[in-house]
């Protein structure tokens, strides 16, 4: 799968880091220091204490589906990639995130166990993280 023509995100000094590490094939999330959560979307402030004490931390990539939807079209989206599974994945290190499956719809359900793979992109410091269901 190419990731264009699709839209590439573009880091600002909040994400940077986190598109930089999926480049390099790995997932990253936030751990607050004063409160404990473990959350993604990057931000720099803690969404639940609202704490600037916040570390990243290399997330393990495994997950179930926690909910999805099948986009049969989408505009702008390649016409071979469809239909899309559009997901939120409950990751085995606490945060859900929102992301694609890249299967059949027919091969995912809720509480299907999932793997992160990274598609790159024409930007050098951007990767996209995908998940794809695996045995457990």
Same mark, same amino acid.
């Given at each position: 799968?190419?990731? %264009? @023509? *699709?839209?590439?995100?573009? @880091?600002?000094? %909040?994400?940077? &880091?986190?598109?930089?590490?999926?480049?390099? /094939?790995?997932?990253? +999330?936030?751990?607050? !220091? /004063? #409160? /404990?959560? +473990?959350?993604?979307?990057? *931000?720099?402030? #803690?969404? =639940? #204490?609202?704490?600037?004490? +916040?570390?990243? &931390?290399?997330?393990?990539? *495994?997950?179930?589906?926690?909910?999805?939807?099948?986009? &049969?079209?989408?505009?702008?989206? @390649?016409?071979?990639? !469809? @239909?899309?599974? !559009?997901?939120?994945?409950?990751?085995?290190?606490?945060?859900?995130?929102?992301? $694609?499956?890249?299967?059949?719809?027919?091969?995912?359900?809720?509480? $299907?166990? +999932? =793997?992160? &793979?990274?598609? =790159? $992109?024409?930007?050098? =410091?951007?990767?996209i993280p995908v998940f794809i269901p695996v045995d457990d």
């Amino acid at each position: 799968m190419s990731w %264009e @023509p *699709r839209p590439v995100p573009e @880091p600002n000094p %909040e994400t940077e &880091r986190y598109w930089a590490a999926a480049a390099s /094939g790995e997932l990253l +999330v936030r751990e607050c !220091l /004063g #409160c /404990g959560l +473990v959350y993604h979307y990057p *931000r720099a402030l #803690c969404p =639940d #204490c609202f704490s600037e004490d +916040v570390e990243w &931390r290399e997330a393990s990539g *495994r997950g179930e589906v926690y909910s999805y939807s099948t986009a &049969r079209t989408m505009s702008g989206w @390649p016409e071979e990639d !469809l @239909p899309l599974v !559009l997901a939120y994945v409950e990751l085995d290190d606490g945060p859900r995130m929102m992301t $694609t499956i890249d299967a059949k719809p027919e091969d995912v359900e809720i509480g $299907t166990r +999932v =793997d992160v &793979r990274f598609v =790159d $992109t024409d930007a050098s =410091d951007v990767a996209i993280p995908v998940f794809i269901p695996v045995d457990d």
